[in-house]
């Protein structure tokens, strides 16, 4: 029988929660490889897994070690920003204190958990934190990087679909019905958020006061904390895809050029140009750009909000996401 994970929560931690408008690239990075490893996969990841596994080469193997626990993942891996930028996320993990390495890596090597060969990332060597960060460039170029605009688009209609709820019927009502993986139990003036967990006896967690980040992914199979004491409590969890197959949406790509592309698939749910930028990893000058042709193309449609531009797909540049991913 698996352990118990129970988020204890009380009224300021729901007011203080809060969900991201992007996915985190690490996440996915971690996710993608701990898939690799499982027995099974979901039928829209099917083909994704025969065509990653087929793409992973011996350079890869630094990252892929630290990914072969189903139920266990180093944190240092999936740093507390969790931003959508690669290069910004591997320059955290690379900053990665040796003490951290250390007591993260060591326990598991000793258990047989990880091979002996992880030892020198444990020991902090340069040569292996470069070894790493490579491997998880390579990586992420075969498993996330050719699906990120299928991946984004996802995580922004399942946040689209959570935002709603809550403007309609609050907070709670989100975390109710967040993932079939996730239970909700109100207790008084406390809640209870847990989910199933093997890596632990039973434990709670309690933000006392600092909230909690819900992080919407595609690849990630079963929800996860990340416990950053200085900051939010971070919940990340499997949206349902609402797509048959994870695919690259290359013909799209090729129809409105790779970043134009980018900026379609990242517009849903409301974002801002800002959003928008940060979201694709372009300039907010570029973003406005490409907006405006989208705009005049009548693919979205544009409205200020205070001192924010928000922009929405109209039914046309729906239907053509929709048909450049083939679903």
Request: glycine letters at 8%.
């Amino acid at each position: 029988m698996l352990d118990v994970m129970t988020l204890h929560l009380t009224a300021t931690d729901l007011s203080r929660t809060v969900l991201r408008a992007a996915p985190s690239v690490l996440l996915e990075l971690g996710a993608a490889g701990q898939r690799l490893f499982e027995a099974a996969v979901p039928d829209h990841l099917t083909a994704w897994r025969a065509r990653t596994c087929a793409a992973v080469r011996p350079q890869m193997r630094p990252y892929l070690d630290l990914c072969r626990l189903p139920w266990w993942f180093p944190d240092f891996l999936t740093p507390p920003s969790l931003g959508s930028d690669l290069t910004a996320a591997l320059d955290e993990v690379s900053a990665t204190p040796t003490a951290t390495l250390e007591a993260e890596l060591r326990p598991r090597i000793e258990a047989g958990d990880l091979p002996a060969r992880v030892g020198a990332l444990a020991a902090g060597e340069p040569v292996a934190r470069q070894r790493l960060r490579a491997a998880m460039v390579a990586f992420h170029e075969v498993a996330v990087a050719p699906y990120w605009e299928t991946i984004t688009a996802a995580v922004h209609a399942d946040r689209a679909v959570r935002g709603n709820t809550m403007v309609d019927a609050g907070i709670e009502r989100v975390l109710r019905n967040l993932s079939p993986y996730l239970y909700w139990k109100p207790c008084g003036e406390r809640y209870e958020l847990s989910y199933e967990c093997g890596f632990a006896n039973e434990i709670g967690l309690a933000p006392a006061g600092r909230g909690v980040t819900l992080v919407p992914s595609y690849l990630v199979p079963r929800p996860c904390v990340l416990d950053d004491p200085s900051g939010p409590l971070v919940l990340a969890y499997p949206i349902r895809p609402t797509r048959r197959e994870l695919t690259s949406g290359q013909p799209l790509a090729d129809l409105l050029g790779r970043t134009r592309a980018a900026v379609l698939g990242a517009i849903a749910g409301g974002p801002s140009t800002s959003q928008v930028a940060r979201t694709v990893g372009i300039s907010v000058a570029s973003a406005s750009q490409h907006t405006s042709t989208l705009r005049q193309a009548g693919l979205i449609t544009t409205q200020r909000a205070g001192p924010a531009v928000l922009h929405t797909l109209t039914p046309l540049g729906e239907h053509l996401l929709r048909a450049g991913r083939g679903s």
